[in-house]
Structures are given as structure tokens and as C-alpha cells.
């Protein structure tokens, strides 16, 4: 009797111990690019009511749903234009990221945004009762587009591959275009490669030359990571920081050996490259 009492209570506090950690990740979220005042969340804009007002619109073709649809939106040039200074960003030089549920980030430049005239939509009308969207099937998979769906009206927005159509999307992410020229390798292929997972999954976090999130260190100046750790060992980190150190703020984030290879001769590429101040 009591080791079962025991057993239950030590499961307790593993399935506590997991939960907690669970709801730790989400946490990473907050993190952006050097100014997080650049980062909408849509969700906490829609529960202070700060979407602005709502329309009826309609999409001819829509190319999620392959067929005319009409939503309940708000502009969305209007969102960003409430929420950020503009007088503090250069539109030409700066692109706009929708940061979607599952990671996915399409982009567009912000200049062809301001002329699209995109809208949030937030609610289907051809919804089902219950719920907010008609289900929208892809590859043989049922989804919808909950929070939120960015539509346009106009004709050029449906054969302009430089239009973005991301739904469940919940942030918009205001970048400037310059971290490409600043920090991409020109004609170093694997750098380029590493750049490429870098600002997928690091720069979020982390910047390089003093570009990119600031949760986790600098990783290349004064000094660049690669040349304080053992190559072999700065791979193995990234590819799983908890095996290194004990309640380590880093999340394992799911990359491979091999993209870890890759990152790290861009980490080299850039040691070579250091801000000069
Ligand atoms: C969610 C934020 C986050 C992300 C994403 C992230 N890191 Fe980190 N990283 C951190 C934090 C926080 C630390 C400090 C580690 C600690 O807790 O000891 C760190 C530490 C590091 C270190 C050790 C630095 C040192 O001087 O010892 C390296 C190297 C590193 N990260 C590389 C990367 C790379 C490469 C990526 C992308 C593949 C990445 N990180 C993604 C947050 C992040």
C-alpha cells in the first residue's frame, strides 16, 4: 500500500513538473527583433477592442477556399498604422512578417502592404453555426483559419506571388530589410545556408553585430561564440543547450546535427565580419 502511495505521488509530481514546463515556452513569444514595440499581437489588440472598425468584404476567388467568399474584417494598414510611429520606421526599407500559429512566417514588403489594402478578416460569414470559419482543407488535412486571415480585394493581389494570403495568423512583425544586407554572406553558399536557419530560428533570440533579439547573448562581438567554444561542442549546444546546462533559459528547437553544422560555419562566416565600433 504505501509504495502505491508513493508511486501515485511521485507521477504527481512528474505530470506537475511537465505541465510547468510546458507553459513556460510560450514565453519565447515575447521575444522580437531589437524593438519590441515593432511586434503586434493581434489577439491582445482584439481583446482590448484596438482592431478598429469592422467591414463586410468580399473575395472573388478567394485562393484558400477556391471560391468567392465574404468575411468580417478591419483594415489592416489602419492597425499598424495605430499602433506604430511611423515616423520612427523607413516604409521603403522594411518588410512586414505574419507570424502564423505553427511557426510559419510569410513576408512582404511593407510598401506593397500600405498599397494592397489588406484586411484582417476575423470571421467567415459563410461559417458553419458555432463557429468562426468554414473548414479549409489542405493536402486532405481539415483546418481553419482562426484568429485571423489576411485578405485582399483587388484583382493583382490574387496573381502578384509577392501578395501574402497566411491565415491563422496572430502577429505582425515589423523588420527592416537591412539585417539582409547587414548580416546575409554574399557569395559564400553554406554561409548562406546557416543564414538562412539563423534567421528562422535564432535571431529571434540572439543578435549578431548588435542585429536580432536580445533574450539570448550577443553571439559575435566583442568576441564570436566559435571562438570560445569547441566547434564539436558549440554544434552539439544548439542542437540540445539542455544536455549542457541545468535549467538553461535556451529552448531545444528541434534542428538537426546537420543544420546545427551549418549555423555554426555561418557563426565562423560572421566572426571575420564583426561590427567595427
Ligand atoms: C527563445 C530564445 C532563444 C532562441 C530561439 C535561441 N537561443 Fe540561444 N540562447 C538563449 C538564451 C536565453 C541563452 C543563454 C543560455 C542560458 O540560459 O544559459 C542562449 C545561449 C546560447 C549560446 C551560448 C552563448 C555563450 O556565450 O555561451 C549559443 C551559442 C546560442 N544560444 C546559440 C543559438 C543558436 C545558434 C540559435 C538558433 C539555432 C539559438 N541560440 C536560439 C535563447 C535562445
Not at 468580399?58 to 465574404?70: A, E, L
Not at 484582417?120 to 458555432?130: H, R, T
Not at 502578384?160 to 527592416?176: R, S
Amino acid at each position: 500500500m504505501k509504495t502505491i502511495k508513493i508511486h501515485l505521488l511521485f507521477c504527481i509530481f512528474i505530470l506537475g513538473f511537465n505541465s510547468c514546463n510546458q507553459n513556460k515556452e510560450p514565453k519565447t513569444e515575447t521575444t522580437s527583433i531589437s524593438q519590441p514595440e515593432m511586434v503586434l499581437d493581434l489577439l491582445d489588440l482584439q481583446k482590448n477592442n484596438k482592431l478598429g472598425k469592422d467591414t463586410l468584404v468580399t473575395v472573388i476567388n478567394d485562393p484558400v477556399y477556391h471560391k468567392t467568399k465574404k468575411y468580417q474584417a478591419v483594415n489592416a494598414v489602419n492597425i499598424v498604422k495605430n499602433e506604430v510611429d511611423l515616423s520612427k520606421i523607413d516604409i521603403k526599407n522594411t518588410i512586414i512578417i505574419f507570424e502564423c500559429i505553427d511557426g510559419y512566417k510569410p513576408e512582404m514588403p511593407l510598401e506593397l502592404f500600405w498599397k494592397a489594402k489588406p484586411y484582417l478578416a476575423f470571421k467567415d460569414v459563410d461559417a458553419p453555426k458555432g463557429s468562426n470559419w468554414e473548414r479549409v482543407i489542405k493536402n486532405g488535412n481539415e483546418m481553419n483559419a482562426d484568429p485571423f486571415y489576411l485578405v485582399y480585394t483587388s484583382a493583382e493581389a490574387l496573381k502578384n506571388q509577392e501578395y501574402k494570403w497566411p491565415y491563422n495568423v496572430v502577429k505582425f512583425q515589423l523588420v527592416p530589410k537591412n539585417i539582409n544586407n547587414a548580416l546575409g554572406p554574399k557569395n559564400d553558399e553554406m554561409a548562406r545556408k546557416g543564414f538562412v536557419l539563423y534567421q528562422k530560428y535564432c535571431i529571434t533570440c540572439h543578435a549578431i553585430n548588435g542585429i536580432g533579439g536580445e533574450m539570448g547573448p550577443e553571439l559575435n562581438y566583442p568576441k564570436n561564440v566559435t571562438e570560445y567554444w569547441k566547434e564539436n561542442e558549440l554544434v552539439d549546444y544548439i542542437v540540445n543547450p539542455a544536455s549542457f546546462r541545468h535549467k538553461v533559459k535556451m529552448p531545444t528547437l528541434g534542428i538537426t546535427k546537420q543544420q546545427s553544422e551549418e549555423i555554426v560555419d555561418y557563426l565562423k562566416y560572421m566572426s571575420e565580419r564583426k561590427k567595427s565600433d
